[in-house]
């Protein structure tokens, strides 16, 4: 006979274990936690297939609704502004070099040298900054010397110097231990402070070459209102936006480019053979894209820093650093361009 009555509500009749006394056995662990889990709702898929929870769905979110960072339209115009002069001083001292008569053009390039020295320096802070500023000023009186007074105008001395600088710096920062930890992660901002301060003395080796002066004009006045065109351009609207962390347009790097090659293709028809329209064009184009992707390098490498959480440098070389390093990018494309053009 089968008792007539149910089972009390609540107890399951094929857990009970008649070997136990105490009845049935405890519930475990794993099952708490599966309870717990089923009490907080299903798993939603990310893109990419894993699941998220609701909180990081906000996370998402916050991070993509980020607006860009501003435009600063003063300090683009101010920076244009600086971009203009350098490059109205280098093409007028360019014009008073003479086979007798260097030195002053020398001067001027040495000392735009030390500018870019003391703008890269205190932008980058590389280990051992003394060294690194004893090292750059050697070796751009180093390179003046050598692009002076070489029988022959070549690039060659000029290449050997930038290396043998690189090298003494790289030693002076193994000297100390504190500086010799972050000489790995420096040694791309180190060759670049010295290659680019090298840089600058092939304008010398260019007023020595046939035809290098007028180069010089038709390349650095391309290059300066290409910067000059991209930065009036992105105060008045950097639009695409290239990156949102970067305060730069698509429109200013593009049309800076092709106004600096139309002045160039101007200025070739004013000057004597063997330029013409074309190859003023050709070689000013060359000049103005390395100029504008050499100051959009920069903007990256300044918002690269910023968030990496790095403390901002001295305003002033923060700002002046792009034209520089457009400038010193365009010297040895002009002296390339010449060689192979002309």
Do not use: K
């Not at 893109?47 to 683009?76: C, F, H, K, L």
């Amino acid at each position: 006979m089968f008792p007539a009555n149910s089972p009390e509500p609540g107890r399951d009749p094929w857990t009970e274990d008649p070997s136990a006394p105490g009845g049935p056995a405890p519930r475990t662990g794993p099952a708490v936690e599966v309870d717990e889990r089923r009490s907080r709702g299903p798993r939603r898929l990310r893109r990419g297939g894993s699941a998220r929870r609701p909180d990081d769905e906000t996370d998402a979110d916050d991070e993509e609704a980020e607006p860009p960072v501003e435009v600063r339209r003063q300090i683009s115009l101010a920076i244009g502004g600086f971009a203009a002069l350098l490059g109205l001083g280098l093409v007028v001292a360019a014009q008073t070099s003479s086979p007798g008569h260097r030195l002053p053009f020398a001067l001027v390039v040495f000392a735009v040298q030390v500018f870019f020295l003391l703008a890269w320096t205190m932008v980058t802070r590389p280990p051992a900054l003394a060294v690194v500023l004893g090292v750059g000023t050697v070796t751009a009186l180093a390179a003046d010397v050598v692009a002076v007074r070489t029988a022959e105008a070549r690039l060659a001395p000029l290449l050997y110097i930038a290396v043998g600088g690189v090298l003494a710096a790289v030693l002076g920062q193994l000297v100390r231990r504190v500086d010799r930890v972050r000489v790995t992660d420096s040694l791309r901002t180190t060759a670049t402070t010295v290659f680019g301060v090298v840089a600058f003395a092939t304008l010398i080796v260019l007023t020595r070459i046939p035809a290098g002066t007028q180069a010089i004009a038709v390349c650095l006045t391309a290059a300066g209102v290409a910067l000059v065109v991209a930065r009036v351009t992105d105060a008045v609207a950097a639009w695409p936006r290239l990156a949102p962390q970067v305060p730069r347009g698509a429109a200013g790097v593009v049309g800076g480019a092709m106004v600096g090659t139309l002045i160039s293709a101007l200025l070739g028809g004013y000057l004597v053979t063997p330029f013409t329209p074309t190859r003023a064009a050709i070689i000013g184009l060359a000049a103005a894209v390395v100029a504008v992707l050499a100051d959009l390098a920069v903007s990256y490498a300044e918002a690269g820093r910023l968030m990496a959480g790095e403390v901002p440098s001295a305003w002033a070389a923060r700002h002046v650093q792009g034209p520089l390093g457009g400038f010193a990018m365009a010297a040895p494309a002009a002296y390339l361009m010449c060689r192979l053009l002309l």
